[in-house]
Structure formats: C-alpha cells, structure tokens
C-alpha cells in the first residue's frame, strides 16, 4: 500500500511538472509580452527595463529553465494587477472553489451514482423517464442552467442572494452563527447549479455500469444459490459497479472543474475559475500560468485520492 | 431584508433586539454606500491615476488647493470654492498667487498640512519620472515658493485666462512626510502607493484588489465629516451581474446600466435611475500612419477624401437610435455638448452614401469582384479594435454592415481594455473606437488635438497636426474677452472637422443605477461622484448596513 | 458480402429499437439538411444574409411576425436566417473539430503504442500532463490570449484540444496487436505495417470511436457556445450559435426570441447527438469489448467517451 502510494506521488509530480512545461509554452506562444499590453502607463524604456528585470528578453530555452527553478521553489510570480504575489491570490482563491467544488461533487456522485443504480434495477418507464430528464440536464450548456437558476431563484422569487460567497458589509458584524448561515445562504444556489448540471453525467456512467454488471456470470450464480435480490444490488452488483465508479471520479474531475469556471462567472463566485477569467482579461501571464497549475494540480491529486479509495475498497487491487 | 429567508430574517431581528448600538453617528449622519463600479481601479496613487475609479477615489481622499465650481467655469477664479486654500492673494501683475492654507486642515495621520507639501506635490506631478498625465497641463506653473508653514506662492510662466484653473484643479496635494520618503522608482511596488494618506473628508481603509475598496468618513475633517460613514466599492465587470446586484439592493450603485435593459431601472422599488450627462465623447479614431511603418501615411487613412467618405457613409443619427433609443447625444465635432466652449452650431458631414461613393471612387477606390473597393491591387480592407463596451461594440457592428454597403469590408476586433489602451498608445491599429474626454477648459483641446499634445506625454494620442489650429488655439487662448475666445475656439474646431481625423459619433450617456433610499448632492458634468461627502441617508429609509457605523468588525 | 448487409441491417434495426434513436436519427437528419442547404435556400427566399442589418430603427429587436418568424435580433437582422446559418457553422465546426480530434489521437496513439519502450512512456505521460488540465481553462487561456478568432483557429483550438482520450484507446489496442502473433505472421508474409494496422487495429476500435465522434459533436457545440458566453469566441458577426445566444443577452427580459431560439436550437441538436450516441453505444455492445478484450482497453474505451466540458 505504501509502494503504492509512493509511486503514485511520484507519477503526480512528474505530471505535474509536464503541466507547468504545456502552460509555460502554451501561454507563451500567444502574442507580445506581459509589458507591452500594460494599461499603466509605461515609457519605452520603463518596458525594457521591466522586461529586463522579468527575464521576457532572454531566450525561450533560459526562461523555461527559470521558470521551472521558480516554480519548485513555490514562486509563482508575481500580478501586476492584482499587486501581490500569485500564490498569495490562489491561496485567497483556491479554498473557496474547494468550498463549493468539494460539496458539490460529493452531492453530484451521491445523487448520481443513487439514481443510476435505481435507474438499473428497476427497468422501465421510471428507467426511461429519469434517462430523459437526466438527458436533458446533460445537454444544456452550463452557463445557460446557471444563468436560469440564478434568475428564477435570485431575481424573480428572492429567496437566495444574486451571487457571492457573503453578504457585502454586513458579514462581517454577523455574529458567528449568523455569519455561518450567511455563508451557507449563499452556497445554495451556486451548489444546486452545479450538482444539477453534474450529476447527470455520473447517473449516466453509473447506470451503464450497473447495467454491464447486472446480467454478469456471478450474478446469475448468486441468484441461483438464492441471494435475495436486494442484496445482489447493493451487495454485489453495487460493489462491483462502484470500483470503475472510483475511476470515473478521476476522469469526471477536470470536466467539472471545467463547469466550475462557468458556475463562478454567473455567481460572481471568487474563485479559481473566476481568477483565471480575471487574470486572462487582464493578460495578467503569472496568474493565468498559476490558476492553470493549480487546476491541473487538483485534478491530479484528486486521482490520486481516487485511487487509493479504489485500493481501500478493492483488495484485489492491494498487491 | 425584504429578499432573505425566514431564518435569516429571524436573525436580523434577533440582532436588532441585542442591542447593538453604532457608534459616532447620529441621526443626521450614516449610511455605508456600496458602489459597483464597472472597473477596479488600476492605480490610487495620484500622479499615477487614470482610470475613473481611480479618479473617484482620488476625489474623496485628497483635496485640491480649491475646488471648481458646479458649472466648470474655468477662466480666472470666480466659483472657486475654498478647500485647502481657505484663500488666496493674486500679485498686482498675476504672475504668482498666494496660497493661505486652512491651518485646521491634517492629514489622516493626525500632521497638519502645510505650504511644503503644496511644493512637494506640484514637483511630483511635474517630476517626468512620474509620467503623470496632468504634467503636460501644468506647464504654465513654474514653482511653489513656501512662503511660511501656512503659505505657498505659486508663481506662473505666462498670465493665462485660465492660470487659476491648471493651479488649483490638477494638482493634487499630497503629504509629503508620506510619499517624499519612496524614490519614483520604487512607488510602483511601494505599499504607501496602495494605502493613501490624504486630507479629505474620507479615509481610506483598505483595498482587496479585484473585490473590495473600503473607505470611511473622516470625523475630525476640517471641512465637517462626511454625511455618510461608509463608501465600499465592488468591481462588478459584468454589466449583468451590476443589474442583478441594483435590483435587488445587494449593491447601492452601478455606473454602466445597460441602455436596452434601463426601462427596468423606472418601475423597481428597489432602485431608480439617474442620467449622468458627462464630458465624454467617442470617435472612431482613423489612424493617419500606417501602424507596420510608424512614419508611412496609411494606405487607407492616409487620402483627407477617403476619410471624408467614410464619415458620410455612416447614419450616424440611426445608429444613435438604435442604440440609446430617445436617449442619445449626436456629437457635434470633436468634443462634448456639455463643455463650455461647445458649438452647437458645428457639425460633421452629413450621412450621404451617394457622395461618399462618390468620393471614394475619386480617391481611387473603385468598386472590385465580390463588391469590394480596391486600388493598386490593395482591397479596401481595414478594421476596428474595440473594447468589451456594449455600446461601442454595437456602433462597431453597425458601421460594419454599412461600410460593407459602400464597398469597404471591415473586421470587427474585440479586445480587452488593456489592449486597447495599449495598442491606442502604440498607434497600432487601423480604426479604433476610442472614448474622449473633453477637458473642461478650452486649453484642453490643445493638448488634445495640438502639435504640442503629440508624444508619450501629451494626449494627441491620434497625432492629428494642423498649424491652423494650432495657430487658431493660441489666439483663443490667450485672449480674455469670452467672446473672442469663442470664436476663435469654434473655428478651431471646424478646422478639426474638416479634416474628419475621426467619425464623431456620439456623447458619452451613462446611466446610474441608484437605490431609492440615498438623496444625492448635485453631480457635476465631469464627476458624479465629487459630493459623495454630502450624499445622505434618511433616517426612516436606514437599512442594517447602515446603522453599522464605525463599530470595528467581528 | 451477403453477411455483412444482413449484419448491418439488423444493426440498424436494433439500433431504431433503442428508446429515442429513432426521434434523434431523424432529428439529426433534418438539421444536416437544414444546415447544407438551409442557408442559401432561405438567402433566395428572404433576398437577404444573416449578416444583414435590414433597419436599425424600426426592426430592432422586433417580435416574430410573418416576415421574420424569428423576429429580428438588436442589430435588425433576421433571426430566422441567422439560426439557420448557426446550423451551418456550428455543425461545420462540430464536424471538423471531431474529425481533427479523432486524427490526432490515433496518429498519437499508434506511434506511442507501437513504439513502446521510453517512447511510449514519454508520451504517455505527456498525454496525462493534458488530460489533467480542465480543458475549459486550457481553451479560454489559448482562446482569449489570440482575441476573437477566424473559425479556422476556433476548430484548431477545440479540436486539438479534445483528442486525449481517444489516443488512450488506439494506444491500448495497438499494444495488444502488437504483441499479438497474428501481426507478427502478417508481417512475415510480407504485409507492411500501415496496412497492418489500418486493417487490424482500426475496425476494433470503430465501435468505440464512432461513439465517441457522436457524443463530442454535442459536446463541441456546448463548449462553442460557452466560449462565446466567456467573450472569447468567433469573430464578429459571424452567425454561430452561441454567438447569436450571446448577443441576446444584453437585451431586456421582454425580449424572449433573441434567447429561445437559439437556446432552443442548442438543446435540441446536442439532446439529438447525446441520445444517438447513447444508442450506438448500447448496440455496439461494450460488454465485447469487456469480454473479449484486456481491461485496459475497457477502461481505455471509458475514458475515450467524452464528458460534457471535459
């Protein structure tokens, strides 16, 4: 188990460092330098010498070098916009998207995965039915759910606030169990988009699986040595249903990540994404370099969480 | 409080009943105003601002020597009001005025202001490692000579009409026990830079770059505190979210109400709308050079006909209509109906697709295969750098379809405002929607379309150059008589016309959102904002952000 | 010969039994008609383009009516034609980001699968490098660093961004022939390699592909439209959709046509690509590929299968 997990920590640092390798060039590749689209004023000579002082006047090869010493020493640079270093702009930011992320996701796999080994067992017009709602939810563009939850619930019934993590001003003279439920008012709305919009997909893989697992050899002998069909769902077809479900976790993450962005756009939602929108309109390129790693940082980590659930829950996986 | 759940109403009342009691503000005074401005302010250090919340921060922290008055009269001194400067002494030859500072004035430090400062402050502005835009506007002062700790004497180069007007509405005074301390090249990264110390009737508290801007009444401020204890500002770049926020009270103010959508500004409850006429103008902005050979005329730009032609093939008044419904302000020519020294009188060339036709195919562009223009080979091609604005894109788009109508095809490029005002001060555009703000004083203009204006320094950032103007300008504004002065100006700007640099297309029109419950000073053309101090909350309309006062936070 | 035709009509007719398919096939269908002949059929009917602002004044932001069914959006353009056209470049863009999509990650795969060794080791966890970058943020950093593009580079920009998972598959498949004796006695009899391949790896990995190209074109059309949400989009004025459901949201909430048709046309078409492609997938039969092949492959197969924004 340890080896395991060893390897696993080394395999996450070197993808690691390959993102940090595709951002560095990727955002590279893109038109002129950071200087050169300042909004501030900045003189000719000004340019060159904050040019100089960034290192954007030496070569590719030596800048990537750089940059790779800076980043294993946890420097991610520094935003001009924003005037702080960006490690401390995603230490504001990263918590929050964790807030929000973190309880959506584990709503989005309990609902899903619930639905889906529902949806397996009992065939039919409830099958079909919750296939087609399901469906549709998949197949609206994220921003639009968003922006429709965000109008039928904040502007034409008042009940949740228009966005935000904290009611402006007030929050901070709430006293503490107040400014608790302050906080979770303003979960609401954001958490339900998301986890509306992400289920669907994990219902979907969900019941697929169940569905591959259901009429399987071992289920038939099951049955036959007289199981009760209760226990065969949840005993062995959930069971043996749930491990590719551990694996899914890993590969559904950077997606919902991706919904995330639009999620915190329409709410107004400090986060990573709403970061990395900000910091892309501002050509802020540390920042933008920052929110991508992080990004990817949290997908790969969330992997490796991924499959050590899958070892504990496996032991056929425990070598 | 009318949008929260039941328990959270419950809460409410539960603090209500717990006695909390605000601190220093009594019923005449309080209120926090939260102000969702379009952009976070890019810079708060004075000589470095040029953005408008930068400018409104600015505002309400520092003061000036003394203040213009509501209808911007910007000759000699009448209207003034005192600030600072609680008066001044103008030399039998008006070559120097003598500053008497008001000895209760202080800096939010606690240190009293003094004539030193005044110097320190004009030399930063006019310091070129600064690159402060106002340096190009204060050229006419020569020196501060501190007379004593309460008196500065500024002296002057020239006696101008408006020597009083550059003296005391550009310079920013700031302390100079704070910010003599940083050298220039260090200000940029400097925490003072961030965290001004000024002696206005607000303070500022602190600034989350991107969330939150927090500035507080000063209640020891010589001129009287500040009506209301709090101004927090929220950048909400999204004009949408600032809709949702002002309708549903979550914020008190928006300064870019969307124009389709300002009819739903009229029947809420919650907040109402407020037109805010301003100096602002824009144009589209048709570079003389070609920007791949900074000193090359351009090929499309270069010929006075083709511009010409361009300026007439647009409908400029339907455009105005489409967009601003009965709302909008045509441009006259190159500056905005409400400056003093405006002509009404003066227009661009009319819209007349068949003479701009016309025009073109004298110019050489005849009409091509597929209906584009072309000359020696080159398509009549080019195309409009334009910001995130809604309202500028759309003029964009709709002078994009009707060029296509007189055979010229034109890209439509969307960028951010950083680019913008990059590539604006790079020159590396061809047509660019740019937004224009008429200075106050006619002497503006010369900066602003002058020979004198072209360079990094100066604003003439189209290089538009015309001796006749210059020569027109000089007369205006060297003489004293009103009248002469606008003859001389209105002349000056026809020549500008004329020579169609740009298309002027509309008056800047900004709708505020506002809440209901705040009663506001009067705004002035140029700054809405300048009476924050004075804008109140009644009593009766108080809502729990309100009643906080100066109770330090949990 | 005989046995493939009755092999494929009873594909088809299992295919239509499945709940949906039929709806969804002919769904389809219509809008591929809609999209190649829509634009020019209703250009000579109406007289005028999608691009067209036919008055700024009068028909800005007029109702549906009988001379513009649609209505007509805040810049006096018909609607109608407009939606139409969206078919036609958002289907284009779909199609062609897919097929780059799907070329690049089997170029990708068999030369990592075939080469082995450190090769195959580097790419792979190259390739792990891109999976674990939420593609969102990889598209709005590359789009809105170029500003507003040519459709050209938007298909670049989504298709090369979209071919990762597939390249699992190919790779997976490709290990397994190789390793296979049947490629080996192939070879010795003189067969060349490409056409190894072509022959071999490629028909056990059509099922799972065209899967795949089915679900993403719904997919692309999703992330299309949520970059144009996000200001980083096609070029004005071109008629994509998401364009088009952009431009509307400005305008006031009496204004419902400018939203719901495009909206609507957005559900509908990627509601048809998601349902047929969830048929295919039932048909195919993946327990084959479970039964008959090594669960890398399995699990290959899943991860090729695309999920919404990923």
Redesign the interface.
């Known amino acids: 188990m340890r080896r395991r997990l060893a390897a696993r920590l080394g395999q996450s640092i070197v993808v690691t460092f390959i993102v940090a390798t595709i951002s560095f060039f990727a955002i590279r590749a893109a038109p002129g330098d950071p200087f050169s689209y300042s909004a501030k004023p900045l003189s000719q000579s000004l340019r060159e010498q904050l040019r100089r002082e960034s290192g954007y006047d030496r070569p590719m090869a030596e800048q990537y070098l750089r940059y790779l010493r800076k980043i294993a020493r946890g420097d991610l640079g520094y935003s001009f916009n924003k005037g702080e270093y960006v490690t401390t702009a995603l230490a504001q930011a990263l918590p929050r998207t964790l807030l929000l992320a973190g309880i959506a996701l584990v709503l989005s796999f309990v609902i899903g995965i619930a639905l889906g080994v529902t949806q397996a067992t009992r065939a039919g017009w409830f099958d079909r039915m919750t296939s087609t709602v399901i469906l549709i939810f998949y197949s609206v563009p994220d921003f639009w759910g968003a922006m429709i939850m965000l109008t039928i619930f904040a502007s034409w019934w008042r009940l949740f606030p228009p966005g935000d993590i904290v009611t402006p001003v007030m929050h901070d003279y709430m006293p503490a169990w107040k400014a608790f439920a302050d906080r979770v008012w303003h979960l609401i709305l954001p958490v339900a988009s998301l986890t509306l919009l992400s289920l669907a997909g994990i219902a979907r893989y969900q019941r697929a699986a169940m569905l591959d697992v259901l009429p399987s050899d071992f289920i038939r002998t099951a049955r036959a040595k007289g199981v009760s069909e209760r226990g065969l769902v949840w005993r062995h077809a959930f069971r043996n249903a749930l491990t590719p479900m551990v694996t899914i976790l890993g590969l559904t993450l950077p997606a919902f990540l991706g919904g995330l962005v639009f999620i915190e756009r329409v709410f107004t939602w400090p986060g990573i994404g709403s970061l990395a929108a900000e910091a892309i309109e501002g050509r802020d390129y540390d920042l933008v370099t920052g929110t991508v790693i992080v990004g990817a940082i949290l997908v790969v980590f969330g992997n490796l969480l991924a499959d050590l659930l899958h070892a504990a829950i496996d032991p056929r996986v425990r070598e | 409080m ?2 929260s ?1 039941s ?2 109403a419950l ?1 409410a009342l539960l ?1 209500a009943c ?1 006695g ?1 009691k605000p601190a220093n503000s009594s019923a005449a005074t309080g209120g ?1 105003v ?1 102000l969702a401005l379009f952009g976070d302010a ?2 708060i250090y004075p000589p ?1 601002i ?2 408008l919340t930068g400018r409104l921060v600015q505002d309400q922290v520092f003061d000036r020597l003394a203040e213009i008055g509501q209808d911007l009269n910007t000759v000699g001194d009448k209207g003034f009001a005192p600030r600072l400067a609680k008066s001044w002494k103008w030399a039998s030859d008006s070559m120097s005025i003598a500053f008497s500072i008001d000895p209760r004035a202080r800096w939010h430090d606690g240190k009293p202001v003094t004539a030193s400062d005044v110097r320190f402050s004009l030399n930063t502005f006019k310091d070129p490692k600064f ?1 402060s ?1 106002v340096a190009s506007l204060v050229t006419n002062i020569d020196s501060v000579h501190v007379q004593d700790s309460l008196t500065a004497v500024l002296w002057f180069k020239k006696h101008t009409p408006e020597q009083f007007y550059d003296a005391a509405y550009q310079v920013i005074i700031m302390p100079e026990h704070v910010y003599g301390a940083i050298p220039p090249d260090q200000m940029r ?1 400097s925490p003072v830079a ?1 965290a001004p110390i000024g002696s206005g009737r607000f303070k500022f508290v602190r600034w989350d ?4 801007l927090e500035l507080i009444a000063d209640t020891g401020n010589y001129r009287g505190r500040a009506k209301l204890d ?1 101004i ?1 500002i ?1 950048p ?6 600032g809709a ?2 002002i ?2 009270g ?2 008190d103010l928006v300064d870019n109400y ?1 124009i ?2 300002a ?2 500004l009229d029947t809420s409850k919650v907040a109402r709308r407020v037109d805010w006429a301003n100096f602002g103008a824009i144009l589209m902005a048709m570079n003389p050079n070609d920007p791949k050979a900074r000193n090359a005329p351009h090929p499309i730009f270069g010929d006075l006909r083709t511009r010409r032609a361009l300026s007439m093939a647009v ?1 400029r008044a ?2 105005l ?2 967009v601003f419904g009965a709302n909008g302000k045509l441009s006259h020519g190159p500056f905005a109906a409400t400056v003093s020294y405006a002509d009404t009188t003066l227009h661009p060339a009319p819209y007349d697709t068949v003479a701009a036709k016309a025009l073109l195919d004298s110019a050489g562009w005849r009409v091509g295969p597929k209906g584009v223009r072309m000359k020696n080979g080159r398509p009549l091609r080019f195309s409009i750098v334009v910001s ?1 604005s ?1 309202t500028r ?2 003029y ?3 002078m ?2 009707q060029f296509k109508k007189i055979g010229a095809q034109v ?9 913008l ?2 590539r604006q ?2 020159h590396d555009y061809d047509a660019l929607m740019a937004s224009y703000v008429s200075d106050p004083a006619a002497s503006g203009l010369r900066q602003a379309w002058g020979t004198e204006g072209i360079g ?1 320094d100066g604003q003439n950032f189209l290089r538009y150059s015309n001796k006749t103007f210059d020569a027109l300008m000089d007369s205006a504004t060297a003489s004293f008589d009103p009248a002469t002065r606008q003859r001389y100006t209105s002349r000056a700007l026809q020549t500008v016309i004329n020579d169609a640099p740009a298309i002027f297309l509309y008056d800047i029109f900004v709708v505020l959102g506002m809440n209901r419950r705040i009663v506001t000073a009067p705004m002035r053309t140029d700054e809405w904002w300048v009476n924050l101090a004075d804008w109140s909350i009644p009593p009766d309309k108080r809502i ?2 309100d009643k ?1 006062g100066f ?1 330090p ?2 | 010969m005989a046995d493939t035709t009755t092999a494929s009509r009873s594909f088809v007719r299992r295919l239509l039994r499945q709940p949906g398919a039929r709806w969804s096939v002919i769904a389809i269908a219509l809008l591929v008609v809609v999209a190649v002949f829509g634009p020019s059929v209703l250009r000579h009917i109406q007289g005028y383009g999608p691009n067209d602002q036919l008055q700024i004044v009068q028909l800005k932001n007029a109702p549906p009516s009988w001379a513009h069914p649609f209505g007509t959006d805040r810049l006096g353009r018909d609607l109608l034609s407009r939606v139409v056209t969206g078919a036609q470049i958002s289907l284009a863009i779909s199609v062609v980001a897919v097929a780059l999509s799907i070329t690049v990650g089997t170029a990708y795969g068999l030369v990592s699968g075939y080469a082995g060794g450190w090769v195959d080791a580097v790419m792979m966890r190259i390739l792990d490098g891109f999976l674990a970058i939420p593609r969102v943020l990889l598209l709005i950093a590359l789009a809105t660093m170029a500003d507003r593009m040519p459709l050209w580079k938007l298909v670049l920009l989504i298709g090369g961004t979209g071919w990762f998972g597939v390249s699992r598959l190919i790779r997976a498949e490709t290990i397994v022939l190789r390793r296979s004796t049947f490629i080996e006695s192939a070879h010795a009899l003189g067969a060349s390699m490409t056409r190894t391949m072509w022959r071999h790896v490629l028909p056990n990995v059509l099922t799972p592909v065209i899967v795949f190209a089915t679900l993403s074109v719904g997919n692309v059309i999703l992330l299309e439209s949520g970059l144009s949400y996000l200001g980083a989009g096609t070029k004005i004025p071109t008629a994509s959709w998401g364009a088009i459901f952009n431009d509307g949201m400005g305008s006031a909430g009496d204004v419902w046509w400018v939203l719901l048709f495009p909206g609507l046309a957005i559900l509908i078409t990627v509601l048809a690509f998601n349902v047929l492609g969830d048929a295919l997938r039932d048909v195919l039969d993946p327990r084959h590929l479970h039964a008959s092949h090594t669960p890398q492959i399995a699990e290959a197969a899943t991860s090729a299968t695309p999920e919404k924004n990923g």
């Open positions: 009318r949008s759940l328990f959270v809460a603090t717990s909390e926090t939260i890019i810079s470095s040029i953005d690159q835009p990264t961030r770059p991107g969330e939150r709090r927090i929220t909400t770049p999204d004009a949408a979210a949702t926020k309708l549903t979550a914020a969307l389709d959508r009819g739903e409908d339907s455009m209509k489409n995130p809604p894109r759309r964009a788009e709709l994009q379809d890209d439509v490029d969307q960028v951010d405002n950083a680019t005002t990059a001060n790079n990094p729990d952000r906080i109770s936070k949990r």
